[in-house]
């Protein structure tokens, strides 16, 4: 029509005389407002369709919605493991396939609802395949929460209170006494404030609970309080009724302040709750539909785990798709670069299959395989359709971003579970029949029996240790990857040794397995003793009886040679669920289980949030809020320990020589001191950022984010004793030690000395051998300790022993002293610490372990593992203390039984 103006225009011009004479401009004109009006006309027809297609949109938004609030879920776990990235480009293809081939609904309503619905199912199960076990509920949790905080129905503060509960609670300057102290702790009480503060829906939960103190008693000290109901009431009649008025997310802020080992499972029933049971199960991962839904350019990854293998299951894969032959497997390393290159251009020709093994092993390779598999998608033309391409590697941050983003990820992991391990332990190619049932050894005892037995014995013991890492330092201090390959080899030798003695070689068996196969794998001494005492109960002569149980229950025993079929039954019958029972634990392993897998998680989700401080009840910014922490904990802070307070007692010389424990002193006020001058100095460089006046640096900003965190800052840690108790509570500790170093500076040694408040515990043990070998002239190499417990409480106490020291502050794990037995017992149900009464430390030459008593390892923090030093000892570990026990050391052995310098809270 433009171009009709403008000839008009020209027209016009050019005209001549009376333009209402002219024909042809008439003409012109009318063509021209014909075209107008057709033109009008379908403009308007196109702006109706828009506002159509508009309203169509808007009816979708919902399902757009999700899709973006899912997207961003999944982007986070990079911030997990580097291997867990997504692309949007493989994200929308995810979401056009769920919208295209969901079925549609005659109510449009439905049809938005159940694509969402499958949506939300597909992000998972496409994403959980390539996620390992422990960061599946993780990813649910935050799929669900996300959902919810984007519909409103979780607010800021209710989600800012479960990840930051303890900062929440420091915003708090004054809070009423604790008014039930028999039965709840301080610091839950002191959360359960801070939360009833922080959410409209907990108002007045303090009250009700000191009205009704009985009823939440009932709930605080059940066995599952995240199954349970919370106390009933009558609104109308002023008590309320908190199981209608809390909902599933709530539920689990209670558990965060008064039970945080059951958050774990908390969590799951609020992810059953809110997405559905599928959310919390491991969705199975076939194989055949991963390679279907995969094509020629798109890379399958298997993300492999300590231990786990899938060159079998990927072999066997490829026979049944008639792909055996056209399968070439290359294992990376060095000088391997080239040979894959042309595996890959021959696989793309020829439409075979290729697997690249190991690609953690050959960092310098990754960039050139980045360029191959970019080239891929433009290439497609020319690649075979049937190629596939599979590559395995280890978590590691070389990882090419662009393969990882545009590929299958398929995670792989070893078994969990007795019953998982056994049935591999019996899978297919398993041969029992090593002996023929007609041998027999010279005291007559079968040979056909005794390896029937024996391999059962070796198979349950091989996964009774590896499932015992699940207890964390209870199970083992140092984590160790037992494997297949040392159930194998230990196969072997069984049937070596077995072949060559004229008897079952029991010492030979638990030398070979416990101290070589599976030993030589162990670094700690301590974990050593675990394993020779868990190999006792199966390779013992007692395994012989067809009677003989392997714990208590009397539900593990090893049943009587039969063929494979019916161990495999057998095996299948066994509960799916372990109880520490059969590991040799107590039942409260299971409280301390619950308890770090509920920490690992919430400070897993906390790591990938961004950065906020807490919304208290002042709505201070995170500046202010943040500010009043550090000038809190500025006016907390302890002044310098000064040489000029050294009261007359504090340093001592014997026989013309520095007394040892005064030198001991010296180097606890030195490391003390180092300690106040960083925290003094970084907190006065924080207030200037926070002020303007200097930019933040990074060791600030890591501060920053460590306080509204409730962590003590890295920058401190550094340079401070071993401890794993939060900011709150790291700081009160803080004080009390220099505090006690202060009073033995001014006053002397104390007659009873807190171990928990050295800056470094075994140089105490140290200073008192020093000091009894230059007392009485011995050489201290020949002195060790004898341990007596005193009946008298510390306070009690006002002098010194004559002769080593008396020690407090110590705490057992898994243990508690009977003051009524005068020896060791198991703690009570749900107790997973005791505190140890005062003990003596006496330095003895050529001191021998006493009989019926347990040698328990004493350690810094829970945590126990450390550096290993110099002297083939964890620097976490500080000695041992003999206690006395009537039972066998083999029962604290195996449940874990340790002592506590520290503990987390």
């Not at 359960?192 to 009700?208: M, Q, W």
């Not at 424990?661 to 001191?673: C, D, F, G, R, V």
């Not at 051998?769 to 201290?780: C, D, K, T, V």
């Not at 066998?888 to 002592?899: H, T």
Request: one cysteine or more.
């Amino acid at each position: 029509i433009n171009a009709e103006y403008m000839g008009i225009l020209d027209e016009l011009e050019s005209a001549a005389g009376n333009i209402l004479d002219n024909q042809k401009v008439i003409d012109s004109l009318k063509k021209a407002q014909t075209t107008s009006e057709i033109l009008s006309k379908k403009v308007k027809e196109a702006e109706e369709k828009d506002q159509v297609i508009s309203l169509a949109r808007n009816e979708y938004r919902e399902v757009a919605l999700r899709a973006s609030v899912l997207f961003f879920v999944v982007a986070d776990l990079a911030n997990i493991d580097p291997m867990y990235q997504y692309s949007l480009a493989y994200f929308k293809q995810l979401v056009a396939s769920v919208v295209s081939t969901t079925e549609t609904h005659d109510a449009f309503a439905d049809h938005v609802e159940a694509l969402i619905r499958r949506l939300t199912e597909q992000v998972f199960v496409n994403v959980c395949r390539g996620l390992f076990r422990k960061d599946r509920l993780i990813f649910s949790f935050l799929m669900a929460a996300a959902i919810a905080r984007n519909s409103g129905s979780i607010p800021e503060g209710e989600w800012n209170y479960l990840l930051r509960a303890g900062t929440v609670a420091a915003t708090i300057q004054q809070r009423p006494p604790n008014p039930v102290t028999a039965w709840l702790p301080d610091k839950a009480w002191t959360l359960l404030y801070a939360l009833e503060k922080n959410s409209a829906s907990f108002a007045g939960l303090c009250d009700d609970l000191k009205d009704r103190p009985r009823e939440w008693c009932q709930w605080y000290e059940s066995k599952e309080p995240q199954d349970n109901d919370l106390p009933a009431g009558e609104e109308d009649e002023g008590t309320a009724n908190w199981s209608e008025r809390v909902s599933v997310f709530e539920r689990l802020l209670l558990l965060r302040a008064c039970r945080p080992e059951k958050v774990y499972l908390g969590i799951v029933k609020y992810i059953e709750h809110d997405l559905g049971p599928m959310f919390v199960e491991s969705p199975a991962v076939d194989l055949k539909a991963v390679v279907g839904s995969a094509s020629c350019t798109t890379p399958i990854i298997f993300v492999l785990s300590q231990g786990a293998d899938p060159t079998a299951v990927l072999t066997k894969f490829a026979a049944q798709s008639k792909m055996g032959d056209r399968l070439h497997m290359l294992s990376l390393g060095q000088g391997q670069g080239d040979v894959a290159k042309r595996l890959v251009e021959m696989g793309k020709k020829t439409g075979d299959w290729v697997c690249l093994q190991n690609c953690h092993l050959s960092k310098s390779f990754m960039p050139e395989l980045e360029k191959q598999v970019s080239k891929f998608y433009e290439m497609r033309s020319a690649i075979a359709p049937t190629f596939r391409l599979f590559l395995t590697s280890l978590p590691c941050s070389f990882f090419p971003v662009q393969i990882l983003q545009n590929s299958i990820k398929i995670s792989t992991e070893k078994p969990t579970g007795l019953r998982a391990h056994l049935l591999q332990s019996y899978g297919e190619g398993i041969d029992n029949d090593v002996f023929p049932e007609s041998t027999v050894f010279k005291d007559g005892v079968s040979k056909h029996r005794a390896f029937h037995k024996l391999y059962y014995g070796l198979a349950f013991f091989h996964a009774t240790i590896v499932e015992r890492h699940k207890f964390g330092p209870l199970g083992w201090t140092v984590r160790y990857e037992f494997n297949d390959t040392d159930l194998e080899v230990s196969r072997l030798w069984l049937i070596n040794l077995l072949n060559h003695h004229d008897t079952v070689p029991w010492e030979a068996l638990r030398y070979v397995i416990g101290e070589i196969n599976y030993g030589g794998r162990v670094t700690d001494a301590f974990d050593r003793r675990t394993l020779n005492s868990v190999l006792l109960n199966f390779f013992a002569p007692d395994i012989l009886d067809d009677a003989y149980k392997f714990s208590q229950s009397g539900i593990y025993s090893a049943p009587p040679p039969t063929s494979m079929e019916e161990y495999r039954a057998l095996i299948k019958g066994l509960p799916f669920v372990d109880e520490p029972e059969v590991f040799g634990m107590a039942e409260t392993a299971n409280v301390s289980y619950q308890l770090r897998e509920s920490n690992v998680l919430m400070d897993t989700v906390l790591s990938i949030q961004p950065r906020v401080a807490s919304k208290n009840v002042t709505g201070k910014t995170p500046e202010e809020t943040l500010m009043d922490v550090v000038r809190d904990i500025q006016g907390k802070l302890p002044a310098q320990l000064k040489m000029s307070e050294a009261g007359p007692q504090a340093f001592k010389s014997i026989n013309g020589t520095p007394y040892a424990m005064s030198t001991l002193l010296k180097h606890e006020i030195a490391k003390y001191n180092a300690l106040l001058n960083r925290m003094n100095d970084s907190l006065a460089e924080l207030v200037k950022a926070l002020q303007g006046v200097t930019v933040l640096s990074a060791q600030s900003d890591g501060m920053f984010s460590d306080f509204l965190n409730n962590k003590v800052p890295a920058y401190w840690e550094s340079m401070s004793y071993a401890s794993l108790k939060p900011l709150g509570s790291w700081m009160t500790d803080c004080t009390n030690r220099v505090e006690f170093v202060r009073q033995w500076l001014r006053k002397g040694e104390p007659p009873v000395m807190w171990i928990g408040g050295l800056f470094m515990p075994n140089g105490l043990i140290t200073a008192v051998i020093q000091a009894h070998a230059r007392r009485e002239r011995i050489p201290a190499d020949q002195l060790s300790f004898a341990f007596t417990v005193v009946d008298q409480k510390a306070e009690a106490i006002t002098h010194k022993p004559d002769s080593g020291v008396y020690v407090s502050g110590l705490f057992g794990e898994a243990c508690k002293w009977s003051i009524a037995k005068g020896m060791l017992i198991d703690c009570p149900p749900g107790e997973s610490y005791s505190t140890m009464p005062v003990i003596h430390f006496q330095p003895r030459a050529d001191h021998v372990q006493p009989p019926k008593t347990y040698s328990c390892p004493l350690y810094r923090t829970t945590i126990r593992k450390g550096v290993m030093s110099s002297l083939g000892e964890s620097t976490n570990f500080v000695t041992t203390v003999d206690l006395p026990t009537d039972r066998s050391p083999d029962y604290w052995v195996q449940r874990g039984a340790a002592l506590m310098v520290s503990l987390p809270e």
